[in-house]
């Protein structure tokens, strides 16, 4: 039977991958190695695509929470007979701390079922199906061990259980009293060229693993509102960084809906330039200077020497470019939502935005930039001629429309930015011709958005140039320094977007939009802030955490009516978005001479060294 809804799921990271854990102990995700590889378990996607589940045998309620500072998943379960604590993690190398995490981990998956009153019957049904459910392994015993070998997966289970095996599963039974502790522990490991995996002794890596979390936490400070709130995002956003790089992935799932019964599916296991700037700026809230400075490393390396072409939008965690897009029609998506698709065709589009965002995080990090290295200057003047170039040409927008390109406005504003940033550098990026140049195409396009950006009828910034269509991504103009957010257009703009757009709280990103996005709804907190409406933007931000699991983790998007979670899971940018409207009102609250100031008080601050 398939996994329930989207958001009973727990994150658990080791700095390479994810795994998803439901409130009846079944791991119905986890693609070892990295993020973006094929599949052991991924029940959430397909009935017969693998899962692990640890549960008791007879009916259960479930509290559940995360070790404190830690992404090490505590799960109770109380039944008739007594209460069983389940934990599961995955192991980060033994003795890593801080920013050393995740940088060698062993690719094991650690579980220990601990009684803690009566006695439960618990049942064990290990199904693994290898490449998205592909595969079925062949499971054999040797010494109290079990391996399961298809394909190019190799997996090791030790369980102190006897298994009965049949049908490429193996399950078992057996009680738990009170006090007494059965653990288990999974290693991965390709089948060739490589040691058999090497599976440590499951007490001590939770207790490691939870302290190498831990270490990583008190490195980062945030001291401003909704801190429980932020740190844990911070958490979720690093549980998504594939380390060896410092790449953010935009999700850790595929071809979750955004509608049941929808066909856009998409594949988010990448990392998108879009989320560029939005990203390094939640880490500087959050204090983690390194790993700016390693991200913004990563995406120098990965766009390279920028030629005639589109630049690329999206890429693999290493840099990779081609991400070319296949079904798989073996699936029948979530909840019979096909369908499951692989790679994201996206990475040909053409979105002039990612200029402004390349762009504007080398602004925000200016400091740590100086002396300009000699492939950073080289970087940065190509992109900055390429928005002066590009920034007249249709694209598909923040949104990637298929098919289709269109003048979007939020893809001139960050042209605009590019520009804008280009020129504050001045003379450590170009000479004064090139400064001139830059400063004449900025203002040329912030006229072209003033102009053909605005609809009388609607009174508002539209998606596009000479549209009546509302769209939510102008409501970066004043998150970007665009246009204050107190501006009078700029204003009618927020009310206009609130008004047509929102339903209890839920911001969509167009009309016709299946649910909330809830980025969206966190930029429409910073707006309401910086236009001077505190009060309206802080229960505005408390409505939307109320919309957390109970985990504390966000989808992409929110259905407005029932309230579930929908689209791949968890989400950087709604955590991303999260912490950044945070921020925005902590500025507001701590320097009460900065409200109404109309754009965010510490945008041009550069990051500290």
Not at 365 to 374: A, Q, V, Y
């Amino acid at each position: 039977m398939q996994s329930g809804q989207i958001s009973d799921h727990g994150l658990l990271a080791d700095g390479r991958t994810a795994a998803l854990v439901d409130r009846a102990g079944s791991v119905n995700w986890w693609c070892p190695g990295r993020f973006d590889a094929p599949s052991v378990f991924a029940r959430l996607i397909g009935d017969n695509a693998g899962h692990w589940s640890i549960r008791p045998e007879g009916d259960f309620t479930v509290e559940r929470c995360y070790l404190d500072g830690t992404l090490v998943l505590r799960t109770v379960f109380r039944t008739a007979q007594g209460e069983v604590e389940l934990t599961d993690a995955l192991a980060l190398e033994p003795g890593a701390r801080e920013h050393d995490i995740g940088l060698r981990s062993p690719q094991v998956l650690v579980r220990s079922v601990r009684g803690l009153s009566g006695e439960v019957p618990m049942c064990v049904q290990y199904r693994p199906r290898f490449e998205y459910g592909r595969t079925t392994p062949f499971l054999v015993e040797r010494d109290g061990i079990v391996e399961a070998v298809g394909g190019a997966s190799r997996l090791t289970l030790v369980s102190g259980l006897g298994l009965t095996f049949g049908d490429g599963e193996a399950t078992a039974t057996f009680a738990v009293r009170a006090g007494t502790t059965h653990n288990f522990a999974l290693g991965y490991a390709p089948t060739y060229d490589a040691q058999p995996p090497q599976v440590p002794e499951a007490d001590q890596t939770i207790a490691d693993t939870a302290e190498g979390w831990r270490s990583w936490v008190r490195q980062h400070e945030y001291h401003g509102v909704y801190a429980e709130q932020v740190r844990r995002s911070a958490l979720v956003v690093q549980g998504m960084t594939y380390r060896p790089s410092g790449a953010v992935v935009a999700s850790v799932t595929t071809s979750l809906p955004e509608k049941l019964g929808g066909d856009r599916n998409y594949d988010y296991r990448y990392v998108w330039v879009r989320d560029f700037t939005l990203t390094l700026r939640a880490l500087w809230r959050t204090a983690c200077y390194d790993e700016v400075q390693r991200q913004f490393t990563w995406l120098g390396r990965a766009m390279g020497r920028i030629d005639e072409e589109p630049v690329p939008i999206m890429y693999g965690v290493l840099g990779e470019r081609d991400l070319t897009e296949h079904r798989l029609d073996q699936l029948a998506g979530y909840r019979d939502s096909p369908p499951v698709m692989i790679g994201n065709d996206a990475w040909r589009q053409r979105q002039n935005d990612i200029y402004g965002e390349a762009l504007d995080a080398a602004w925000l990090m200016r400091d740590r930039l100086e002396p300009l290295e000699p492939d950073v200057y080289h970087l940065l003047r190509s992109l900055v001629d390429k928005a002066e170039r590009d920034w007249k040409l249709p694209d598909a927008g923040m949104w990637e429309e298929r098919g289709i390109q269109r003048h979007h406005v939020s893809s001139k504003v960050q042209c605009w930015v590019a520009l804008d940033r280009a020129v504050r550098f001045g003379e450590r990026l170009g000479g004064p011709s090139d400064v001139a140049r830059w400063a004449a195409a900025r203002d040329e396009v912030r006229a072209a958005v003033l102009d053909q950006g605005w609809s009388d009828r609607r009174g508002a910034y539209t998606g596009s140039f000479e549209s009546e269509d509302l769209d939510a991504s102008v409501l970066i103009m004043p998150l970007v320094g665009f246009l204050p957010a107190d501006d009078p257009r700029m204003r009618s703009t927020i009310r206009a977007v609130e008004e047509q757009l929102s339903h209890d709280g839920l911001l969509r990103r167009w009309d016709g939009d299946p649910a909330g996005f809830v980025i969206c709804s966190f930029w429409l907190v910073c707006c309401l802030a910086l236009a001077g409406e505190r009060d309206r933007a802080h229960e505005l931000f408390d409505a939307l955490a109320g919309r957390l699991n109970d985990l504390g983790l966000f989808a992409e998007q929110i259905d407005p009516l029932t309230g579930e979670q929908l689209g791949n899971f968890p989400q950087a940018f709604s955590h991303i978005g999260l912490i950044n409207a945070a921020g925005v009102l902590s500025d507001v609250e701590q320097n009460p001479a900065l409200r109404g100031l109309g754009m965010p008080p510490a945008y041009f601050t550069p990051m500290s060294r």
